[in-house]
Protein backbone atom coordinates (compact mmCIF):
# COMPACT_ATOMS: atom_id res chain seq x y z
CA UNK A 1 0.00 0.00 0.00
CA UNK A 2 2.67 2.25 1.22
CA UNK A 3 4.86 1.90 -2.63
CA UNK A 4 1.28 2.64 -4.35
CA UNK A 5 0.73 5.66 -2.51
CA UNK A 6 4.21 6.64 -2.94
CA UNK A 7 4.01 6.13 -7.10
CA UNK A 8 1.13 7.62 -6.97
CA UNK A 9 2.13 11.11 -5.27
CA UNK A 10 5.78 10.69 -7.66
CA UNK A 11 2.96 11.00 -10.54
CA UNK A 12 1.41 13.86 -9.69
CA UNK A 13 4.55 15.93 -8.96
CA UNK A 14 5.81 14.44 -12.30
CA UNK A 15 2.70 15.93 -14.40
CA UNK A 16 2.34 19.10 -12.13
CA UNK A 17 5.49 19.73 -12.86
CA UNK A 18 5.83 19.08 -16.53
CA UNK A 19 2.37 21.15 -16.82
CA UNK A 20 3.71 24.54 -16.03
CA UNK A 21 5.32 27.25 -17.88
CA UNK A 22 7.49 29.54 -16.99
CA UNK A 23 5.91 33.10 -18.16
CA UNK A 24 7.55 36.41 -18.94
CA UNK A 25 5.12 39.01 -17.18
CA UNK A 26 7.46 42.30 -18.96
CA UNK A 27 8.96 42.42 -22.72
CA UNK A 28 12.44 44.68 -22.60
CA UNK A 29 13.38 45.96 -26.04
CA UNK A 30 16.70 46.20 -26.49
CA UNK A 31 18.16 49.21 -28.93
CA UNK A 32 21.50 48.78 -29.63
CA UNK A 33 23.27 51.40 -31.96
CA UNK A 34 25.17 49.85 -34.77
CA UNK A 35 28.13 51.63 -33.82
CA UNK A 36 28.14 49.99 -30.77
CA UNK A 37 27.47 46.79 -31.68
CA UNK A 38 30.45 47.00 -34.03
CA UNK A 39 32.59 47.59 -31.32
CA UNK A 40 31.89 44.43 -29.57
CA UNK A 41 34.98 42.40 -29.61
CA UNK A 42 35.87 39.24 -27.37
CA UNK A 43 37.72 39.18 -24.42
CA UNK A 44 40.42 37.16 -25.45
CA UNK A 45 41.44 36.32 -29.02
CA UNK A 46 44.83 34.48 -28.43
CA UNK A 47 43.76 32.25 -25.51
CA UNK A 48 42.25 29.42 -25.73
CA UNK A 49 42.59 27.70 -22.13
CA UNK A 50 44.11 28.57 -18.84
CA UNK A 51 43.88 26.99 -15.97
CA UNK A 52 45.72 26.41 -12.20
CA UNK A 53 45.47 23.67 -10.16
CA UNK A 54 46.36 22.64 -6.96
CA UNK A 55 46.81 18.87 -5.49
CA UNK A 56 48.68 18.64 -2.20
CA UNK A 57 49.76 15.04 -1.25
CA UNK A 58 51.07 14.85 2.82
CA UNK A 59 53.08 17.91 2.96
CA UNK A 60 53.91 18.35 -0.91
CA UNK A 61 51.79 21.34 -2.84
CA UNK A 62 51.99 19.74 -6.52
CA UNK A 63 51.57 22.83 -8.59
CA UNK A 64 50.23 22.79 -12.45
CA UNK A 65 49.31 25.55 -14.61
CA UNK A 66 48.36 24.83 -18.62
CA UNK A 67 47.70 27.41 -21.16
CA UNK A 68 47.07 27.12 -24.50
CA UNK A 69 46.72 29.66 -27.71
CA UNK A 70 45.53 30.10 -30.70
CA UNK A 71 47.80 29.17 -33.77
CA UNK A 72 49.32 32.97 -33.69
CA UNK A 73 50.58 32.16 -30.09
CA UNK A 74 54.71 31.92 -30.64
CA UNK A 75 55.31 32.14 -26.77
CA UNK A 76 53.92 31.82 -23.66
CA UNK A 77 55.07 32.93 -20.39
CA UNK A 78 53.72 31.26 -16.90
CA UNK A 79 53.90 33.39 -13.61
CA UNK A 80 52.50 30.61 -10.51
CA UNK A 81 52.11 31.60 -7.13
CA UNK A 82 51.62 29.26 -4.02
CA UNK A 83 49.99 31.36 -1.70
CA UNK A 84 48.54 30.57 1.82
CA UNK A 85 45.68 31.72 3.52
CA UNK A 86 46.00 33.45 7.23
CA UNK A 87 43.92 33.23 10.58
CA UNK A 88 42.29 36.88 8.92
CA UNK A 89 41.33 35.04 6.05
CA UNK A 90 44.47 37.13 3.92
CA UNK A 91 46.52 35.54 1.13
CA UNK A 92 50.32 35.64 1.09
CA UNK A 93 53.29 34.46 -1.22
CA UNK A 94 55.03 31.21 -0.23
CA UNK A 95 56.91 30.36 -3.55
CA UNK A 96 56.25 31.96 -6.93
CA UNK A 97 57.47 30.21 -10.19
CA UNK A 98 57.89 31.70 -14.03
CA UNK A 99 58.71 30.02 -17.06
CA UNK A 100 58.67 30.57 -20.75
CA UNK A 101 57.79 27.71 -23.04
CA UNK A 102 57.83 28.27 -27.05
CA UNK A 103 55.02 27.43 -29.20
CA UNK A 104 51.09 27.87 -28.19
CA UNK A 105 50.91 25.00 -25.73
CA UNK A 106 52.51 25.64 -22.13
CA UNK A 107 52.55 23.10 -19.04
CA UNK A 108 54.01 24.53 -15.37
CA UNK A 109 54.43 21.58 -13.12
CA UNK A 110 56.59 21.83 -9.56
CA UNK A 111 56.61 21.11 -6.38
CA UNK A 112 56.94 22.73 -2.86
CA UNK A 113 56.75 21.61 0.75
CA UNK A 114 54.11 23.06 2.72
CA UNK A 115 52.87 22.83 6.22
CA UNK A 116 49.67 22.43 7.57
CA UNK A 117 46.85 25.13 6.09
CA UNK A 118 45.08 26.53 3.41
CA UNK A 119 46.47 27.04 0.12
CA UNK A 120 45.97 28.03 -3.15
CA UNK A 121 47.71 28.85 -6.37
CA UNK A 122 47.34 32.12 -8.90
CA UNK A 123 48.89 32.25 -12.34
CA UNK A 124 48.95 34.99 -14.83
CA UNK A 125 49.82 33.92 -18.25
CA UNK A 126 50.94 36.20 -21.37
CA UNK A 127 50.81 34.79 -24.70
CA UNK A 128 52.98 36.78 -27.44
CA UNK A 129 52.12 36.98 -30.71
CA UNK A 130 53.56 38.91 -34.08
CA UNK A 131 50.88 41.87 -33.56
CA UNK A 132 51.16 42.22 -29.69
CA UNK A 133 50.44 40.30 -26.81
CA UNK A 134 46.99 38.93 -24.53
CA UNK A 135 47.55 38.47 -20.64
CA UNK A 136 44.99 35.83 -18.82
CA UNK A 137 44.55 34.80 -15.13
CA UNK A 138 43.36 31.87 -13.03
CA UNK A 139 43.37 30.92 -9.43
CA UNK A 140 42.81 27.72 -8.28
CA UNK A 141 40.52 26.09 -5.73
CA UNK A 142 41.67 25.60 -2.18
CA UNK A 143 43.71 22.55 -0.54
CA UNK A 144 44.48 22.23 3.23
CA UNK A 145 46.79 19.82 4.78
Do not use: H
Not at 12 to 17: D, K, S, Y
Not at 73 to 98: H, M, P, R, Y
Not at 109 to 130: D, L, M
Amino acid sequence: MLKKTLALVCTFCLLFAMGTQAMATTSVELDIDSTVADQIQPRYTDIMDLYAELTINGNSADVYVYAVGSSNVTKITIQATLQKESSSGKWSTVKSWSQTFSGNIAELEKSYPVSSGTYRVSATATFYTSSGKEVGSDTSGTESC
